[in-house]
């Protein structure tokens, strides 16, 4: 199986634009959870998503969303991009959530000028 | 609150060497545990995890793992470091609950250099 796919893997954006994220769950996964790590904070837990709802959410500002599709594919947007916005974000695929064992994507590097 | 705390930011062993990595976590209930490990500009590759059954557990990459519940710990093991186990490493707790879904706590991190 192919594992999961995160796109683009790198993005340089300055502040106050918006930007798109997406990931692409291993084949019959239908949850995925979104994560941020940065060199102060560590890994963070944004979002998760399942049969297109999403049913968990972490401690961040309301700029940070996202979304699934019937594919199980989802995306998260990140708008007015501030500075500290820049980090690595971390896509995870599992089958239903409930046991969390999550495989992740290799990431996309979010740079915001 | 749940929480992990991983106490080593950096260890340093030489290859060949025994490892251990340290993971303490707090969690009301039995919690499912997990050891990820991330090269640099990579994402996390699952090593092992522990759900229930047999405290002691075996992972890929001839890494293990042992579940304390008395000591609420997880700590990581390998008997013998090669110096393409250089990497950080994350130990993670997952609720495993209806309410929480699909998030996982991860410790700060556990940076590990191998010396030739």
């Known amino acids: 199986k192919a594992g999961v796919t995160q796109t683009p893997r790198y993005l340089i954006k300055t502040r106050g634009q918006q930007v798109t994220l997406s990931c692409s769950p291993i084949s019959g996964h239908r949850s995925v959870s979104w994560y941020q790590q940065t060199p102060g904070q560590g890994l963070q837990f944004l979002f998760e998503y399942f049969s297109e709802t999403q049913r968990n959410k972490g401690n961040f500002p309301g700029r940070f969303s996202g979304r699934q599709f019937s594919n199980s594919r989802s995306e998260m947007n990140v708008s007015t991009l501030e500075l500290g916005d820049s980090a690595l974000y971390l896509c995870?695929?599992?089958?239903?959530?409930?046991?969390?064992?999550?495989?992740f994507g290799p990431g996309t590097r979010l740079t915001v000028l | 609150a749940q929480s992990v705390t991983q106490p080593d930011i950096h260890i340093t062993v030489s290859e060949g060497a025994s490892l251990e990595l340290r993971c303490n976590y707090s969690y009301g209930a039995t919690p499912y545990l997990f050891w990820y490990v991330q090269s640099p500009g990579q994402g996390l590759q699952l090593l092992l995890k522990y759900f229930s059954g047999d405290t002691l557990v075996q992972g890929i990459k001839g890494f293990e793992a042992e579940f304390k519940r008395s000591q609420s710990s997880f700590n990581l093991r390998k008997p013998s470091v090669h110096w393409s186990d250089a990497a950080e490493y994350f130990c993670a707790v997952g609720a495993g609950t209806s309410s929480n879904t699909g998030k996982l706590i991860f410790g700060q991190g556990t940076t590990l250099q191998v010396k030739p």
């Open positions: 995870a695929s599992s089958l239903d959530g409930h046991d969390n064992e999550q495989f």
